[in-house]
């Protein structure tokens, strides 16, 4: 099989990322769906619920905080298209179980491999961290500049690369057709 196309979307929080992304696989009739939080607070439990709210039922969600690229290779025979809600928040799992290593991160490494051969469109969805203050703490510079690194590096192995800014889609990277 060739290999299909990915498509990074970036941008702030709240941008429109989730939303855009599923706009992107609306034409797909078996929708795949990674979602990489853990509801570890009320807060993010209700954030959850809102996303899932968002897709509609042609959607096969499979949670998953921690290896993605096994789950996009056992997915994507079953579906059309894959999207991968986030990869942040994918991260910080990744980091809080690699507390001991500076990286490179097995998952991580595992999941870029994956991209040089995409088995089925996949919509990556990631925030950009690095834009705002500089963080006031060791940790969350670490993980700004991690996130950073990683998003750079999906970036360079994706087809196109789409910033949302205030819900307009920037493409940063690749051509705009009716895809978007």
Request: aromatic share 6%; charged share 25%; hydrophobic share 40%.
């Amino acid at each position: 099989m060739p290999n299909a196309e990915s498509v990074l979307i970036t941008g702030g929080a709240r941008s429109g990322k989730s939303s855009f992304a599923l706009k992107c696989v609306s034409k797909y009739a078996r929708k795949g769906f990674i979602a990489t939080a853990t509801a570890f607070d009320d807060e993010m439990r209700e954030r959850i619920r809102r996303h899932k709210a968002e897709r509609d039922k042609s959607f096969v969600t499979v949670e998953e905080p921690y290896d993605i690229a096994a789950v996009v290779e056992s997915l994507a025979p079953s579906v059309d298209s894959i999207v991968i809600d986030c990869i942040t928040i994918w991260l910080s799992t990744v980091m809080d179980r690699h507390r001991d290593i500076d990286g490179p991160f097995p998952p991580v490494e595992r999941f870029l491999s994956l991209l040089d051969n995409v088995p089925c469109p996949l919509y990556i969805v990631t925030n950009e961290v690095g834009m705002g203050i500089v963080p006031d703490n060791a940790l969350a510079r670490r993980f700004r500049d991690i996130a950073g690194t990683v998003n750079r590096r999906i970036a360079e192995r994706a087809d196109r690369v789409v910033c949302m800014i205030s819900g307009l889609p920037m493409t940063l990277k690749g051509s705009v057709d009716d895809t978007f």
